[in-house]
DNA sequence: TCACAAGTGTGACCTACCTCACATCAACAA
DNA sequence: TTGTTGATGTGAGGTAGGTCACACTTGTGA
């Protein structure tokens, strides 16, 4: 089975008919580590899926600080959110850590698919909805747990994080400097 | 016209039959100041709606020490959204900071409405995608700004919070201590 | 294959914010 | 009225985590 339809009937089962409808509307692209998807002051069109690699959705604050939203792996879906949504220019960026197997649908095929399929809108429903709880999670674990804590919890959630990407950039998804976060662990 | 229908038509247009059958779905509930729509532990059925008052969710962690979620005040949506969501027990709670008049819909009632009537599915699709980039836009806030600058942005999207709530509150939902605050501004 | 950039660890020092303590004042119930 | 509780300000001193500097190792592109 295609993983993107495991992926959905997690959440909505689909009949093979309608998972070739819905997958007519995605597009598959490769990309290469360091290769943006989205850049920051574009007008984001496009929503992706990761089957396979890993990204970062990130800035540079004005000290010139890099702050990472959000780690994107398999299954994961990424793109500049309220760029996309709200069909402004990206305020972050999003790009390649190691060489990448997309799919992306554009914002007026998934208008199209929610439109037409209310099974997608309930997908993209719930994800959304588990998106905004996962978020207050965060924000929840940055008011109430010590660096230290933050460290481990992310550490128990994605044990590989560690080995796949750098860890300064665990430091800047966390909120910490890569130095304490160094020191956090040896 | 009813401030529900203002609200929602701000997303999707209902005719008045539309909004009536929406409206059928809803119960009025009018609370006292300190009193719970939410209480940690519970089964959480209800989504409300503010029409009038503010309130908020929060939880003390392990040390005692208060976390502010969300000050929900006129117009805006709150319960325990893991638990509403996931239907598993509330980790949070929900007070009263003023007398308040509110409008409700049980889980039951949410899912008949938004499996039958699509526009209200696109309605609570496109809040959730809000609430996303907003919780999204708090977490950037945590990472990047410090204790001054939160202050002030929260200041500046809600001068009459200041009025309305305690200082410690206000501390609890930056994440300061309430000392800290109240040298940020003297 | 080699040069240069990026990743990582660690010491020394600094600071934003915390905690604890106490004082004042307003709100409100008996 | 008055006692109690909550809201707020402010001083003193402590600490988690930041910054800067340097060393060493590990990619990785020409």
Redesign the interface.
Known sequence: MHPLKTHIDEIVELTDEEFEHVMGHFRAVKKRKHQFIVQEGDLVNKEFWVLKGCLKSY?F?DTG?E?I?QFAMENWWVTD??AF??RTRARTSVDCLEDCELLYITYEDREKL??TM?KM??F??KK??????A??????S???NPAKERYEMLLNQYPHLFQRVPKKLIAAYL?VSRETLSRLYS
Do not use: C
């Not at 978020?135 to 929840?140: D, I, S």
């Open positions: 800035f604050d600080k702050h939203l959110y309220d949504v709200n929610t439109s209310h809108e309930r993209w429903a959304s909805k588990a998106g905004y709880i978020m207050q999670n965060r924000v929840l940055l008011l109430q909120g």
